[in-house]
């Protein structure tokens, strides 16, 4: 089983519509992390979590909400899609225990805002 | 502005031959580094981590750190056409209060067999 699970794999939505993007691991790290990959524009943090009761905004966090829902799950929030929030959505742990640096990615979620 | 930059290639390499890849980055007071390998339509995968000067070597695969330089490079040796990927160098950037993981935006690596 992987460690890192990220749901839905792709979704294609319309403007307007509100989507959640889900991460699950069992890896037993405390930190976890929303990354999305655009061509051209490389891997942008969007928003990042040390623990459940830690939230904080990374470089590009507008338009987006984030919910830490237990250790093993975080979840990313398009209140309202728009066209350019289509990208890749990559979800990261990382474990405080050994520094806490080295992420691990999960499978991504090809979301696209038509 | 704090940068990690990366040459965007394609770098193309015969199979068998030493691949070279170069990260510049622009905060002094980094300490972490890491390179990653991203196959196309995957998902980053870790495969070198460094923090200190000098060289760290993990089978074929060797990261170099130069902090005064502010420079990291990875070397693939005895390169094999399944390391043709994109090659992703990402540094914890400095900040007041705030913790990121900085990419660059990879290196293509096509190994020619």
């Known amino acids: ?114 | 502005q704090k940068e990690v930059e990366q040459n965007s290639g394609p770098l193309s390499v015969p199979e068998g031959a030493i691949a070279s890849l170069n990260c510049t980055y622009s905060d002094r007071v980094s300490q972490s580094f890491f390179w990653y390998r991203q196959y196309s339509g995957k998902s980053p995968e870790l495969i070198m981590s460094i923090y200190s000067n000098g060289d760290k070597e993990d089978g074929r695969f060797t990261a170099q750190l130069n902090k005064a330089s502010q420079y990291v490079s990875l070397l693939i040796r005895d390169s094999q056409p399944s390391d043709s990927a994109t090659y992703l160098c990402a540094v914890i950037l400095s900040g007041a209060g705030s913790y990121q993981l900085t990419f660059g935006k990879g290196t293509k690596l096509s190994v020619i067999p």
């Open chain 1, 1 to 114: 089983d992987a460690d890192v699970t990220q749901t839905p794999r792709n979704r294609i939505t319309k403007t307007g519509k509100r989507i959640m993007l889900e991460c699950s691991q069992t890896k037993g790290h405390d930190r976890m992390y929303w990354y999305r990959q655009d061509p051209g524009l490389g891997l942008r943090l969007i928003y990042y979590s040390f623990d459940v009761k830690d939230i904080n905004k990374g470089e590009i966090s507008d338009g987006y909400s984030v919910s830490r829902q237990a250790q093993a799950k975080f979840s990313l929030s398009l209140e309202s899609a728009i066209p350019n929030q289509t990208a890749l959505y990559f979800c990261a742990t990382s474990d405080t225990q050994t520094g806490g640096d080295e992420q691990f990615f999960g499978p991504g979620t090809r979301l696209t805002v038509l």
